[in-house]
C-alpha cells in the first residue's frame, strides 16, 4: 500500500513538474515585439520613398521577394522556394496588393517583421527572413522603406507554405531559439553617412546582412560567432560561400573589392555566379559612397581562417 502511494506521489510530481515545464516554455517562447514606446512615435512619421529606395536597394529585398522567371526586380511576388537542412522556404507576397500582399500593413507591422521577427497576426517569423540582422536597422530606415514599399506594382498570389520537417514546423519553438541566437542592439546613429567606416559596418552588418551567408552555422541554425564571416555552406547546400575577411581578400584593395561588388569580376578575373550575382546588381545600383564605404569595412573585420566545408 506504502510503496503504490509512493508511486502515485512520485506520478504526480512528475506530472506537474511536466506541465509546469510546458507552461514555462510556452510562456517564454512567446511572441513579443522589440518596440519601444519612441519607436512607435517616430514610426508614425511619414517615410521618404527615394530613400527608402536606397534601403530596399541596399537591403536585397528583390533578390528574395521578386516574383521568378519575370525581369521586374520591383514585383515582389515572392514565390521563391529556398532550401534548407530544416525543409523548403517560400518567399512571401511582399507587394502593396492589399490581399495577397502586404497593402493592409501599417508601418509598425513592417518594423515588427524586420526587428522583432514576429508577423502581424503575432507569429514568430523563421528567421529564413534575416531579420538577426535587420533587427539593427533604423527606425527611419523601416519609415523610409515601407513608404518606398507602397509605391511599387500590386501583385496577386500567394506562394506555397513553407515545407518544414517536424519539430521544425512548430512555429513557437523559433521563440526558444530566438533566446540563444537572437540578441540584437539597435543604434539610431548606425546609418550617418559622414562616418564612411561607420556607414560601411551598417551596410555589410545590417542591411546587406553578408553575415547569414558568408559565415558558418551550427546543426541549429544559429551563426558560428568565432568564425562569423569566414565563409560557409551555401545555406540551400549548393556550393560554399567565400571567406570575406582580410584572411580570404585581404590581399585585395578597395578598388578591386568594390569592381568585384559591382562588376561580379574578381582580381583572378573570376565571375561571380549563384545568388551573389544578385546581390551583385544591387550593389552596382548603391552611391559610390556606399560601394567604398563597404568595401572599406570589410579590410576591418578580424582575419579569420576559413573553416572546413
Aim: proline share 9%; net charge positive.
Amino acid at each position: 500500500m506504502k510503496r503504490t502511494r509512493s508511486r502515485l506521489i512520485a506520478g504526480s510530481m512528475l506530472l506537474g513538474l511536466i506541465v509546469l515545464g510546458s507552461a514555462i516554455t510556452w510562456i517564454i517562447s512567446a511572441p513579443r515585439s522589440r518596440l519601444t514606446h519612441s519607436d512607435l512615435v517616430l514610426l508614425e512619421r511619414p517615410g521618404d520613398p527615394e530613400k527608402g529606395r536606397l534601403v530596399f536597394t541596399a537591403a536585397d529585398c528583390a533578390s528574395c521577394h521578386a516574383s521568378p522567371g519575370q525581369p521586374e526586380r520591383t514585383h515582389l511576388g515572392g514565390g521563391l522556394a529556398l532550401a534548407s537542412p530544416f525543409g523548403t522556404f517560400h518567399v512571401p507576397n511582399i507587394s502593396p496588393d492589399p490581399q495577397d500582399g502586404i497593402g493592409k500593413w501599417r508601418t509598425r507591422d513592417l518594423a515588427d517583421a524586420l526587428l522583432s521577427g514576429v508577423s502581424p497576426s503575432g507569429e514568430h517569423y523563421y528567421p529564413a527572413l534575416p531579420y538577426t540582422s535587420y533587427a539593427m536597422m533604423t527606425i527611419e530606415d523601416v519609415r523610409n522603406l515601407m513608404a518606398y514599399l507602397l509605391t511599387l506594382p500590386r501583385v496577386s498570389g500567394t506562394p506555397s507554405p513553407h515545407e518544414l520537417t517536424f519539430p521544425f514546423d512548430v512555429r513557437r519553438l523559433v521563440g526558444l531559439w530566438k533566446l540563444i541566437f537572437f540578441h540584437p542592439r539597435r543604434s539610431e546613429s548606425a546609418s550617418e553617412p559622414l562616418n564612411s567606416l561607420n556607414r560601411g559596418r551598417y551596410l555589410v552588418e545590417v542591411l546587406g546582412h553578408c553575415a547569414e551567408c558568408h559565415s558558418p552555422r551550427n546543426l541549429l541554425g544559429g551563426i558560428k560567432r568565432g568564425t562569423r564571416f569566414a565563409g560557409g555552406a551555401d545555406p540551400e547546400g549548393v556550393g560554399f560561400a567565400p571567406n570575406i575577411t582580410p584572411a580570404g581578400i585581404g590581399g585585395w584593395s578597395k578598388d578591386e573589392i568594390i569592381e568585384t561588388l559591382t562588376h561580379r569580376r574578381t582580381p583572378a578575373f573570376r565571375v561571380i555566379g549563384s545568388s551573389m550575382a544578385d546581390v551583385v546588381t544591387d550593389i552596382s545600383q548603391l552611391p559610390r559612397s556606399d560601394q567604398e564605404a563597404i568595401a572599406s569595412y570589410l579590410k576591418t573585420l578580424p582575419a579569420r581562417p576559413t573553416p572546413s566545408p
